[in-house]
């Protein structure tokens, strides 16, 4: 095959070299813990909800496995409990369209209490949740795990992934809604081989990406009529000295529509992966979140990531990591969530990772 000079010119010249200057960062906020004891693994999952109303008055939305959905301010203030059942994963969508007319955001979650999925509407003026389901979606697998919604853009349908602690995993369809409740279908079900939680769709491009904890981040079309065909993503395994089972949460950072980051939590040495969003996935470095204001990170589940605007505090978006172990001074509270403004991030590396902001 003939490659044009131009054409393999202008591939080089899009592969930025990034040089990795440091490895740690640190937070600037904490969340409240979760009211589940300390001694129990209990925080999970954030989720980042922008109000793109009122960017300050965005939200935080963690899910405690043992009792329900917790809301937190860009402070870390508890704003709100929802005892929706034992939620293991969380996730945001924005601008379902309601058969009322009006459209909503969503949040979704993965529920163990009765292997069901959780879908609330987000009213952006009173900040509250409400349940879009009138009956509840139980799912078939054997115990439900992690959780990512998919919206197709050009077709405006919002689907739903869910796995497993077996490998398993549904792929869900948001039916159309009747006044302002809806329905989930099941769409196709498919296998990650072995224990897989983290999940995340990246809308603008079409893939999902699974975190398959002992062995590598998959990749595969998230368009039902598609194949899924897995993709290993390269050094998002053993093969990399800096990844140490379990993978754990995944987040995209987008800095437009086509490019930003992949970032994977690494439980077993504590660290953040990033890789590019584009192309194949190049693997860039690895930072973990050390004590300083507030303590260090640990032990982490999920991940979210945003590169909007969300007030003077947060210019460039954020980063939110579940912390295993929560210490304040001597002692060891319950589980919470580190808040960690992007630019940091971003500085770890030169040049410095994208920022998108304002
Ligand atoms: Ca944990
Ligand atoms: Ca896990
Ligand atoms: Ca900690
Ligand atoms: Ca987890
Ligand atoms: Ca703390």
């Known amino acids: 095959m003939l490659v044009g000079f131009t054409a393999g010119c202008t591939r080089m010249e899009k592969q930025v070299a990034y040089v990795q200057t440091d490895s740690i960062v640190y937070a600037v906020a904490e969340t409240a813990p979760v009211h589940s004891p300390d001694s129990e693994d209990a925080a999970d999952d954030p989720a980042i909800w922008v ?17 329900g959905l917790y809301v937190y301010d860009l402070k870390g203030n508890q704003k709100g409990f929802y005892p929706v059942g034992k ?4 996730d945001i969508r924005y601008g379902f369209p309601l058969g009322s007319g ?18 609330l509407a987000i009213d ?13 979606v139980f799912s078939s697998l054997t115990e439900v795990y992690g959780f990512s919604f998919y919206h197709d853009r050009k077709r405006n349908r919002y689907f739903a992934f869910v796995c497993a602690k077996d490998g398993n995993a549904e792929q869900w369809e948001i039916q159309p809604p009747i006044g302002e409740k809806t329905g989930m279908k099941l769409i196709r079900t498919f296998n990650f081989g072995s224990q897989t939680e983290g999940l995340v769709v990246d809308d603008d491009l079409g893939y999902l990406y699974a975190a398959e904890e002992d ?12 194949d899924p065909l897995k993709t290993r993503i390269a050094l998002s395994d053993s093969l990399n000295p800096r990844i140490k089972y379990d993978l754990e949460g995944l987040a995209i ?22 890789f590019e969003r584009e192309g194949e996935n190049r693997y860039l470095g690895s930072f973990s979140v050390g004590k300083d204001v507030f303590d260090a990170t640990e032990d982490t589940d999920g991940i979210d990531v ?15 990591a579940q912390d295993g172990f929560n210490h304040n001074g001597d002692s060891l509270d319950s589980q919470n969530f580190k808040i960690i403004p992007w630019e940091r991030v971003s500085a770890l590396f030169s040049p410095n990772l994208e920022r998108k902001g304002k």
């Open 306 to 320: 945003t590169s909007e605007y969300l007030g003077e505090e947060f210019p460039y978006g954020m980063l939110v």
């Open 51 to 67: 109000n793109y109303n009122d960017r300050e008055n965005s939200l935080i939305i963690g899910t405690d496995k043992k009792a």
């Open 215 to 226: 062995n590598c981040i998959w990749k595969i079309p998230a368009d039902p009529e598609k």
């Open 253 to 274: 950072f987008k800095k437009n529509s086509k490019k930003g980051y992949l970032i994977a939590s690494v439980q077993g040495n504590n660290t953040f992966a990033v």
């Open 102 to 119: 009006k459209k909503t955001d969503l949040v979704g979650a993965s529920n163990r209490t009765d292997n069901s999925l959780v879908l």
């Open 124 to 136: 952006p003026y009173t900040r509250t949740f409400t349940n879009l389901l009138p009956e509840k």
């Open 87 to 90: 939620v293991n994963n969380v």
